[in-house]
């Protein structure tokens, strides 16, 4: 990879971003703040609907990975198929791997891989209210 060879730090996070909120751009521009460049995993469409379930994700993986392509903090989106991304984490070997707060070190998935190489986890203080799930449900109940 091409910033390797240029020892630029490299970041990397993960997830559905069905419907992009504040929580996830707090989350993402604090990576992007953390490393030169930040890889975004992006679940499929059949890995977010098996994560989230039936009638997930509401926009479908070419709008996600679309919207979170043209934001400012995000160098690259990369989809994954498979339920976790240990596989594409253990291929980027990024310098530092952000979660939420929500999550604790040990939850983080492929936090051995990126230790092992050096590189550390960072976790971001969520946004009390926003998640996609009570932001779907509220708009499927007509509260919106």
């Given at each position: 990879?091409?910033?390797r060879?240029?020892?630029?730090?490299?970041?990397?996070?993960n997830?559905?971003?069905?419907i992009l909120?504040?929580?996830?751009?707090?989350?993402l521009?604090?990576a992007?703040g953390?490393c030169d460049?930040l890889i975004v995993g992006l679940?499929s469409?059949?890995?977010?609907?098996?994560?989230?379930g039936?009638?997930r994700?509401?926009q479908?993986?070419?709008a996600?990975?679309e919207v979170?392509?043209?934001l400012k903090?995000?160098?690259?989106?990369?989809l994954?198929e498979e339920?976790?991304?240990?596989?594409?984490?253990a291929?980027v070997?990024?310098?530092?791997l952000?979660?939420?707060g929500?999550y604790?070190?040990e939850?983080?998935?492929?936090?051995?891989?990126v230790e092992?190489?050096?590189?550390e986890?960072m976790l971001?203080?969520?946004?009390?209210?926003f998640s996609?799930t009570?932001?779907?449900?509220?708009?499927?109940e007509g509260?919106?």
């Amino acid at each position: 990879m091409q910033w390797r060879r240029q020892e630029l730090r490299i970041g990397f996070t993960n997830g559905c971003f069905d419907i992009l909120h504040p929580g996830h751009v707090k989350v993402l521009t604090a990576a992007r703040g953390a490393c030169d460049r930040l890889i975004v995993g992006l679940n499929s469409d059949a890995s977010a609907q098996r994560l989230k379930g039936e009638g997930r994700p509401v926009q479908d993986e070419r709008a996600r990975a679309e919207v979170l392509a043209a934001l400012k903090a995000v160098d690259l989106v990369v989809l994954f198929e498979e339920d976790t991304p240990i596989k594409l984490i253990a291929q980027v070997r990024p310098s530092v791997l952000v979660k939420g707060g929500d999550y604790t070190r040990e939850q983080v998935i492929g936090h051995e891989i990126v230790e092992a190489n050096g590189g550390e986890v960072m976790l971001v203080d969520i946004l009390a209210g926003f998640s996609t799930t009570s932001l779907v449900k509220r708009a499927r109940e007509g509260k919106a």
